[in-house]
């Protein structure tokens, strides 16, 4: 392994230079900032030769017992959900109503009878009351910088599963997305300016590889250019950052955790992820995702594209302006709804408009979307005297459509 100090190289010899080229061809370079980082990277180092070498054993953190933790802090019924998305998805063997003890031993999520801190964050009713850094933050910016008061800030708890949806809900309730035509399939997509899947690789990243056993919590945080992914841990030592950007073995940090998740599609191919995203953004025509070492913190970054200059009419008012009473409306209707209303084209049924926002959780999809927007009377039932019918779809009314149509406008979409 080389250390190399400092993120500039205008100042070192050439012939140092070449020098740290030569032998990173055959060795992991690292940059370091300072005398902690050094230190930091170091002790990783050695950490992970000694288990290597068989010479320090020890059990991954989400592979070892939860202290305080019982079967019972389990919820059978997210497990029966997990399963059943995983049978769907993957054809896993096991399917709902398996009994609690043996889907875990199946996915060696017990350490002899107690649950493994894995167990917790996939399954329990409550994970943050024995991992309470498990939590998300999320925070949204108007600016490039972090600036108080925050306009836009969210912390969420649950299982990992939970947590990656409601980040991923965040960020899109804040960007700019337009719907698209129904030319590919019979319904209209739904485009983002930073990708979705795009958006949940990184916090999936995050959620799934971050260091559980360090107080920070991930941090999701959205400028006006950027997206920033913050979570505690480090690199392994036997991966460059130069090598995220090219094919490269799967190293899950929680291996445990990783494999549910997989199961569940809430990962794909091992080792794909970085390049996936990568290429989402490539394909979107964005900078390319950026990835660094700040302290003990992993930091992706994935930028949003350039904001086009106003458009200006005939009487040099920037067009798609609305009045004050339009603006104190869409104040009163929350993000969450917003994406609900671009995303109902027609009659549509509840599990098409919850698979075109991308969520898997029914209950946060109720809670979170539908139930404020019928509340609201910005959608109605098709069928609103047979509220469980098979049958039922969902459109917007009038006035969710007269919302829409300000909307679009005073946004120039």
């Excluded at 802090?73 to 054809?91: E, I, M, T, Y």
């Excluded at 969420?156 to 399939?185: C, H, I, Q």
């Excluded at 291996?255 to 996936?276: C, N, Q, T």
């Excluded at 009163?332 to 671009?342: D, G, I, P, T």
Aim: one cysteine or more; glycine letters at 6%.
């Amino acid at each position: 392994m080389i250390l190399v100090r400092g993120a500039e190289d205008a100042h070192r010899d050439p012939r140092m230079l070449a020098l740290i080229r030569k032998a990173g061809g055959q060795l992991i370079r690292k940059r370091v900032t300072d005398v902690a980082d050094l230190t930091g990277a170091v002790y990783a180092s050695l950490v992970e030769h000694l288990e290597r070498t068989g010479r320090l054993r020890m059990r991954p953190f989400d592979a070892a017992a939860c202290p305080g933790a019982t079967v019972d802090d389990l919820s059978p019924d997210l497990l029966d959900l997990f399963l059943s998305r995983a049978q769907s998805q993957r054809g896993y063997a096991l399917g709902p109503g398996t009994p609690m003890l043996t889907a875990l031993a199946h996915l060696d999520l017990l350490d002899g009878v107690e649950p493994s801190h894995a167990a917790v964050l996939l399954f329990g009713t409550k994970p943050q009351r024995f991992l309470p850094s498990s939590e998300v933050k999320c925070m949204h910016f108007h600016g490039k910088e972090v600036r108080k008061p925050i306009p836009s800030y969210q912390i969420f708890k649950g299982t990992v599963f939970e947590l990656v949806d409601r980040a991923v809900d965040f960020v899109l309730s804040k960007l700019a997305a337009r719907v698209g035509t129904r030319a590919e399939s019979n319904q209209a997509p739904l485009t983002y300016e930073i990708p979705r899947e795009a958006v949940s690789e990184a916090i999936v990243n995050a959620v799934a590889h971050r260091d559980y056993a360090s107080n920070a919590s991930v941090q999701v945080m959205l400028f006006a250019d950027r997206l920033e992914v913050w979570n505690p841990g480090r690199l392994p030592t036997t991966l460059s950052f130069e090598q995220l950007t090219r094919p490269h073995a799967s190293i899950p940090r929680n291996p445990l955790l990783a494999e549910p998740m997989f199961l569940a599609r809430y990962v794909e191919k091992a080792g794909s992820g970085i390049l996936d995203m990568i290429a989402l953004c490539r394909e979107a025509s964005l900078q390319a995702p950026e990835f660094r070492q700040e302290g003990g913190e992993f930091v992706q970054t994935l930028w949003r594209p350039e904001p086009e200059e106003a458009q200006e009419d005939g009487t040099g008012q920037v067009t798609g302006q609305v009045t004050a009473q339009v603006e104190s409306a869409e104040e009163e209707v929350s993000a969450e709804v917003q994406r609900l209303l671009r995303a109902t084209t027609g009659e549509m049924a509840r599990r098409d408009i919850q698979k075109r926002l991308g969520l898997t959780q029914r209950e946060h999809f109720y809670d979170t979307y539908l139930t404020p927007a019928l509340a609201a009377g910005l959608i109605e039932r098709t069928a609103p005297d047979k509220p469980t019918s098979r049958l039922q779809r969902y459109r917007l009314t009038e006035k969710g459509r007269t919302w829409l149509a300000a909307h679009e406008q005073r946004n120039g979409q």
